[in-house]
């Protein structure tokens, strides 16, 4: 038995023209797709390639605008400011002298001023007084010794020529006489020892001065080992003695006039340097300016103060504070090129003041110093320069 079968050939035909349709669709979507793709990139092409310069123009009017300046150079006062504490520049302890006792009186107290031998305190004498009038009474038997034996001399002078006195009695009576005399040199060299240990009871002032403190009270007994009784600052006068690093310490002179500002004082006295400390301090690595004032009542020993310490002029270029940056590399500031980029400079900043910032190394004054908004660029961005003449007080 035959089973194939046969297809009609009007079916045949009908399938390969559908087919032979679908693949002309598809070659004309794949052409289509072709022309738009070539379209695009003819157009892309023309759009970049003839709009580049106006590009560049549009992102030069995009550049954020800074305000620069050439500092320049000027003359620069160095300053060095400083803090120390406040003592007298000559103190004075007054202790007890002689041999001590029971304090009767005081008669000054801290904050009075007082002159050269002044009494400052005194001292019971009762029984040093009795002494010294007993020793006065044997000045006086020594007197009267010395007169009885001095006559009974010249009364033998004038009998021995008769020869009623020997030679021997005038030498006696003569020995007598001196001995009488040096009786009285010592009853008197006694009698003014006891004067003088009695004066030195009282407590006096060695030299004019300034009473800071005072340690002893009416009652109190005092003896050569009670210590300190008072402190006087001598004629009043103050120092203050200012904490300077040894590179500061190497700049500033004997004579050098300054400003000290007492902590707390709405006032600024005048000082001037009298000494400056030929040793640093190994482990501070400082030294100690002493700055001489004159009395005040803002002045009080043991407190702080600031000093202001001017140490001769350099040229250095100044900039406001907005001008200069800072990160952990140190100080810096931004300076426009002639392509009108940004670069960074790093500087070093000397003296403060109310005109700005001295900057000691890193500009040559003709840069264009971008004075605000550098912490906004980055380096190598492009600016907008606008120059400023004179950079204001930032």
């Known amino acids: ?48 390639t003839g709009n580049a310069g106006a590009g560049d123009e549009d992102a030069a009017s995009q550049a954020p605008t800074v305000t620069v300046m050439a500092p320049g150079k000027q003359q620069i006062t160095r300053t060095i400011n400083a803090t120390g504490t406040l003592a007298a520049r000559r103190e004075i302890a007054v202790s007890v002298v002689g041999e001590g006792g029971r304090v009767t009186n005081v008669y000054v107290d801290a904050g009075d001023w007082v002159k050269q031998g002044q009494v400052m305190a005194s001292i019971d004498r009762s029984v040093q007084s009795q002494q010294a009038a007993g020793l006065e009474a044997s000045i006086g038997v020594s007197r009267a010794d010395l007169n009885l034996a001095q006559s009974n001399l010249d ?29 009285l040199r010592v009853a008197q060299a006694q009698f003014s ?9 009282n407590i006096v002032a060695p030299k004019a001065g300034f009473v800071l403190e005072r340690n002893v009270e009416p009652g109190q007994t005092v003896t050569q080992g009670s210590g300190t009784l008072f402190r006087l600052a001598q004629n009043g006068e103050m120092e203050l003695r200012a904490q300077l690093g040894e590179a500061d310490l190497a700049n500033v002179t004997v004579g050098t006039v300054t400003e000290v500002t ?50 001769g002029t350099s040229e250095a270029s100044v900039l406001p504070e907005s001008a200069v940056l800072n990160d952990s590399k140190g100080s810096y500031v931004y300076i426009v090129g002639p392509d009108n980029k940004a ?35 980055n380096p190598g961005e492009t600016v907008r320069p606008e120059v400023q003449k004179k950079a204001s007080g930032a």
């Open 193 to 201: 020892e006891t004067r003088a240990r009695n004066s030195r009871l």
């Open 343 to 377: 670069v960074r400079r790093d500087v070093v900043i000397g003296s403060v003041s109310s005109a700005g910032l001295s900057i000691t190394s890193g500009l040559t004054g003709t840069e264009k110093v971008v004075l605000r908004a550098g912490g906004f660029l």
């Open 1 to 48: 038995m035959n089973y194939e079968s046969t297809i009609p050939s009007e079916d045949v035909a009908i399938l390969d023209d559908a087919e032979a349709r679908s693949t002309n669709r598809r070659r004309l979507i794949i052409a289509a797709a072709v022309a738009v793709a070539l379209l695009l990139a003819y157009i892309g092409y023309h759009y970049f």
């Open 262 to 311: 007492p902590v707390g004082a709405d006032k600024t006295l005048t000082g001037r340097i009298w000494q400056v400390s030929p040793v640093i301090d190994p482990q501070t690595r400082q030294g100690i300016t002493r700055i001489a004032l004159g009395y005040d009542s803002a002045l009080r020993p043991g407190g702080f103060a600031n000093a202001r310490i001017e140490s």
């Open 155 to 183: 009364r033998a002078m004038q009998l021995v020529d008769r020869g009623f006195i020997s030679k021997a009695d005038v030498d006696r009576l003569t020995a007598t006489r001196d001995a009488a005399a040096a009786r």
